[in-house]
């Protein structure tokens, strides 16, 4: 899961609890886990993607970047003012949008991955730090739910590379939307 994997990142010294902000919009069971784990974490439900982006700007202040988990679309002022990846659940620039898993299924393709990218006004079409794929069995009897769980496992892997990447320096940023490779 991605709070083992977060848990992992902490225990490697990759980050400091300290340094990790967690806000959620709904109720889910990240919120009670990563408060447990003494990480500061906030939920805040919202009337329009501008309030939560708003929000988030305020919430997010003193942080270097933001990692992005939802399913929705964030805005200004949140997108103007630092580094926000999303970790989006298929190959991009194949299979934007919210139904990306099942367009993927439903178009026959042979693989199946995820990408994580720089978030900008437009949906899924920043720029791409990373992808992860695997193959689909030609004589498979996948499922959507499974596809799903496959991407999710790339995106836990998606995550923890870019936590390794950022705090070796590697992953650097010259805006809130320009990618710099040390």
């Known amino acids: 899961s991605l709070l083992s994997a977060i848990k992992m990142a902490i225990d490697c010294r990759l980050l400091d609890k300290k340094d990790l902000r967690i806000l959620v919009d709904r109720d889910c069971l990240a919120y009670d886990n990563f408060k447990n784990m003494g990480v500061q974490t906030e939920q805040y439900f919202f009337k329009s993607s501008e309030d939560f982006s708003s929000y988030a700007k305020n919430y997010f202040i003193n942080c270097d970047v933001v990692f992005l988990y939802y399913t929705r679309k964030v805005s200004e002022p949140l997108l103007g003012h630092l ?100």
């Open 83 to 182: 580094p926000v990846i999303n970790f989006h659940p298929s190959l991009l620039p194949a299979f934007k949008g919210l139904h990306a898993i099942e367009d993927a299924f439903h178009s026959g393709v042979r693989f199946v991955g995820a990408t994580s990218h720089l978030t900008t006004d437009k949906i899924d079409e920043g720029p791409i730090i990373g992808q992860i794929m695997s193959p689909i069995p030609v004589n498979n009897d996948f499922t959507i739910k499974e596809l799903k769980r496959l991407s999710y496992v790339h995106v836990v892997y998606l995550s923890l590379s870019c936590i390794e990447l950022l705090s070796q320096n590697k992953l650097n940023f010259t805006s809130y939307n320009e990618i710099v490779w040390n």
